[in-house]
């Protein structure tokens, strides 16, 4: 009877074993938050994308939880300090609601730089990769989205660039304060993407800088129907950064898979994502009779790029660590729309 046991045993051991062997046990959650709707088309495609592929690379050891919407933390501004005091794994952090830190991204924001969201994000994961970004002793990014380009969305008429002057449109960051202010207008910060259209509505605002792509994300084509698209006034840099030692310490089979699929893979994923959500936005408001897309003369663009080339030589120059961002970021475009055509 003794023997029996003993044998009985051992087989269930080995099988164990094997089955272990073949598909490792989940051994690690990490959570996943954004403040941005879960309608997105990154928090409902893309993010869900790379949750499948990580998971399944990892051969079942990772598993990543998924908090839209605030769910964790629905303020923009906190979610920096969220990803550092571990009350989420990773965040989707808009870099220009922590200024000082990361600044070399701020570079993005200049305008006339970028075509699509795509470039743009590899672009900028070639800068990080390269080590030209700086604050990321502590933390790394799993990806990074540059959105964009801006355009202009306004509850007045803007037909002509003069119709600018005075009005009170929503800037974030000081380079988008300088091109509103050189195109006339008057910059108004510290407004969170959230409440840009309650600002609106309430006329405190007449308008704010913003890409298409999220005009219906943050509803401000509720209170906004009047829209410029022809200058591309840069674009705005979101990061997802985790902590170095949340990285460390994953099993070695969920980092093998989180690595598989993040960095490059991610940020392209993500890119495509926002350049799709771009094209559906600017179809829907071309569509809705409510809504008036603006075609400026070719002398208004021309005084307008003018005007904002002052912004822009800012930058074209060695900064305090010798680096010319404006030719790094030039050539990381370059770059990424080289490889890009060769997809």
Request: negative net charge.
């Amino acid at each position: 009877m003794i023997k029996r046991t003993t044998g009985t045993l051992v087989a269930a051991s080995l099988a164990l074993a094997a089955l272990s062997s073949a598909a490792p046990a989940q051994d690690t959650t990490l959570r996943w938050a954004s403040f941005v709707s879960a309608m997105s088309t990154n928090n409902r495609e893309s993010v869900p994308n790379w949750i499948a592929a990580v998971e399944e690379a990892s051969g079942g050891a990772l598993k990543v939880e998924h908090y839209p919407g605030g769910t964790l933390g629905k303020g923009p501004v906190q979610q920096l300090s969220m990803v550092e005091n571990s009350v989420t794994d990773i965040a989707e952090v808009v870099v220009a609601y922590t200024p000082g830190r990361f600044p070399e991204l701020a570079v993005f924001e200049l305008p006339f730089l970028v075509e699509n969201n795509v470039e743009a994000g590899l672009a900028a994961w070639n800068m990080y990769d390269k080590g030209i970004l700086s604050d990321f002793d502590e933390l790394m990014l799993a990806g990074v989205i540059i959105s964009g380009p801006y355009g202009i969305a306004t509850s007045k008429p803007i037909p002509t660039l003069d119709d600018l002057s005075g009005l009170r449109l929503r800037a974030a960051g000081p380079i988008q304060s300088a091109m509103v202010q050189a195109l006339g207008a008057v910059p108004v910060g510290n407004i969170p993407a959230t409440q840009i259209a309650e600002n609106i509505s309430r006329g405190l605002l007449d308008g704010t800088l913003m890409a298409p792509g999220n005009l219906y994300t943050f509803r401000i084509a509720d209170a906004a129907n009047h829209h410029l698209w022809d200058l591309k006034l840069g674009s705005v840099a979101v990061i997802f950064p985790m902590r170095r030692d949340t990285h460390e310490k994953m099993s070695g089979a969920a980092r093998a898979g989180f690595d598989q699929f993040s960095g490059a893979w991610l940020t392209k994923e993500l890119g495509h994502g926002l350049d799709r959500q771009e094209a559906g936005a600017m179809e829907k408001v071309r569509s809705d009779a409510e809504h008036t897309i603006y075609t400026w003369s070719e002398s208004d663009v021309a005084r307008a790029r003018e005007a904002l080339a002052a912004v822009a030589a800012e930058w074209d120059k060695p900064n305090e660590n010798g680096v010319n961002l404006f030719s790094e970021v030039t050539a990381a475009i370059e770059a990424a729309r080289a490889d890009l055509a060769d997809d």
